[in-house]
């Protein structure tokens, strides 16, 4: 395919072709007030886009910065594009791309810590949202609690104006706007754990409160920490995607962004230095995100997840490939109706046309998401997406056989070997612990499932539970024995 050399951006937009959606609003005229952490496709494809509109609805104040913590990729690919990017819209009846201005500028945190926690201080910000995925929090996801072991700890403790961490950025510009006698900005997270806002209070606390009980004290009094449900499909962009894009975009984007039609927003309503007017683009403004965020991690992440380890394992390039196979698509069902008995959901919520509506994103044909690129960092994701949901069912005495399954399938995957005797390229904080419980155990499921199960990190007590230890070592004998595909087979028909 030819390329065009032309760039986009600001002095381009003119000429993009008719049909591309393109800011509705003089972007000149828009100020930042809100530091984004963690650039990633996530953010750009989600965060970014409701800031968009609300933008064009007349909150011009609240353009973002955005901050890479290390890699300068993001930065160098949008800088000379003027922060402007494409976000692909893509389903089965075809791609709809929109290109977005709420990106202002971005930063490099590890190039220059100081000038990111002193935007994070300027009074200008008053929203400080975080992507940054499970593991950049610096937590022990069993717990909840700060790690204070990390390596990035470890250092951002000793050398706090120059942070390397989520925390710890976090950490220095309060501290900073304390100092100036600023108010402090609201705390956003946007990443998939548990009760997200609350766990991040406690770790920010947790971390100020080591530098100084006052501070800490200060954070946990003052700093509001909503909690969110954030929801779409991003797959990571491929180089197959920047051609697609710029070729309907007749110029070059060197870093555009793949998502599905759907997107969900669910907010908790406290902000304490103002907020965009989130209403405006279809944010749910909520005084109890809870409920929705368990939904959430219980019926689409934890699926998303079963099919990720197993799907893997049977061979299965993509979660779109996977969902051809009846049996991995009644699978994910599965899944979803095991966890859904746990959930107290809020009188009018349809959780029977939200587990379709799954279904059906799911298998979005025109979505090339990896079951690898899911399968990574198992050992922050299973508490939330899977763990809680089989002890709520234990404790009602209900069977747990699908989710140990998926954790025996997690199991399998973190051996680093697959079914076929290739090496599995398992990313993982832990991959290295995993692998050397896994050799030391061999391809024997009744002794890989208790070794595995004792790693506090992630199974915390719940490991020693005899029925939890019974289901995962039954599920993990018939992957061993009749591999992935057979044995997700065997158990939907069963
Ligand atoms: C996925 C999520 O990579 C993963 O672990 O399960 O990123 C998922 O695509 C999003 O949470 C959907 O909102």
Sequence with gaps: ????????????????????????????????????????????????????????????????????????????????????????????????????????????????????????????TRIV??????????????????????????????????????????????ARRRAQGLSPFTVLCCDNLAANGHTVQRIVTQFAAVRSKDLGKWIADVVAFPSTMVDRIVPETTDDDRDAVSSALGMRDAWPVMTEPFTQWVVEDRFTAGRPDFASA??????????????????????????????????????ADTMQDAHFARLAAQVMEEAAVTLTMPVGTDLAAYRTSLLKRFANPALHHRTWQIAMDGSQKLPQRLLGAMQDRLRKDLPIATHALAVAGWMRYVTATDEQGRAIDVRDPLAAEFAALAREA?????????????????????????????????????????????????????
């Design 1 to 124: 395919m030819r390329q065009s050399s032309t760039r986009l951006g600001r002095a381009n937009l003119d000429r993009l072709p008719a049909g591309i959606w393109r800011p509705a609003y003089d972007r000149s005229r828009v100020t930042s007030g809100i530091v984004h952490l963690g650039l990633g496709a996530f953010h750009r494809a989600h965060q970014a886009v409701v800031i968009d509109d609300c933008l064009a609805a007349g909150s011009t104040s609240w353009g973002i910065v955005g901050a890479s913590l290390r890699s300068p990729d993001t930065r160098d690919a949008l800088a000379s594009q003027d922060h402007l990017y494409t976000v692909a819209i893509r389903s089965a009846e075809g791609t709809e791309h929109r290109v977005i201005g709420a990106l202002l500028d971005s930063v490099v945190a590890r190039e220059n810590p100081a000038q990111l926690v002193g935007q994070m201080a300027d009074p200008a």
């Design 129 to 174: 949202s975080l992507t940054v995925t499970e593991k950049g929090y610096c937590h022990t996801p069993q717990t909840g609690d700060l790690d204070e072991r990390h390596p990035d700890i470890v250092h951002d403790l000793n050398d706090p104006d120059t942070p390397r961490s989520a925390p710890g950025f976090l950490v220095a510009a309060l």
């Design 282 to 319: 279809g944010v749910e403004l909520v005084s109890d995100v809870k409920p929705f965020e368990l939904m959430k991690l219980r019926l689409l992440n934890a699926s998303h997840s079963a099919l990720a380890y197993l799907g893997y394992l049977s061979g299965y390039e993509t979660i």
């Design 442 to 494: 061999g391809p024997v499921a009744e002794r890989l499932a208790p070794a595995l199960l004792a790693v506090a990190k992630v199974f915390g007590p719940f490991g020693a539970e005899p029925r939890l230890r019974e289901a995962v070592t039954t599920a993990l004998g018939r992957l061993y024995k009749d591999g992935a595909r057979r044995a997700v087979e065997a158990h939907v028909t069963a």
